[in-house]
Nanobody, 115 residues
Framework: QRRLVESGGGLVQPGGSLRLSCSAT????????LGWYRQAPGKQREMVAT???????NYADSVKGRFTVSRDNPKNKIYLEMNNLRSEDTAVYYC?????????WGQGTQVTVSS
């Protein structure tokens, strides 16, 4: 059964850093486009960063220069390095794997930026 599991969330002070990981099982991982999305309370889920099967990356304007997405195909993992975190980055972060019209989502990990 295809499964995505996020980890690495937590509480961090403004200006701090976190590294999120997402592990995939039962995927031919290298074929999938991958991404990180987030949803803050009362808001719609939004794209944070994506990385294609050929390693093309795309970022939301709000995180450019602060976040970095990467993937490790042999380990079936995707990462999100988050630096200079702000209170507005507080949200549940989800990873997504896409192949054609098929999307798979993880359960999410909470990131809270607060002093």
């Amino acid at each position: 059964q295809r499964r995505l599991v996020e980890s690495g969330g937590g509480l961090v002070q403004p200006g701090g850093s976190l590294r999120l990981s997402c592990s995939a099982t039962e995927f031919i991982f290298r074929m999938y486009s991958l991404g990180w999305y987030r949803q803050a309370p009362g808001k719609q889920r939004e794209m944070v960063a994506t990385i294609s099967d050929v390693y093309t990356t795309n970022y939301a304007d709000s995180v450019k220069g602060r976040f970095t997405v990467s993937r490790d195909n042999p380990k079936n993992k995707i990462y999100l390095e988050m630096n200079n975190l702000r209170s507005e980055d507080t949200a549940v972060y989800y990873c997504k794997a896409t192949l054609g019209t098929n999307d798979y989502w993880g359960q999410g990990t909470q990131v809270t930026v607060s002093s």
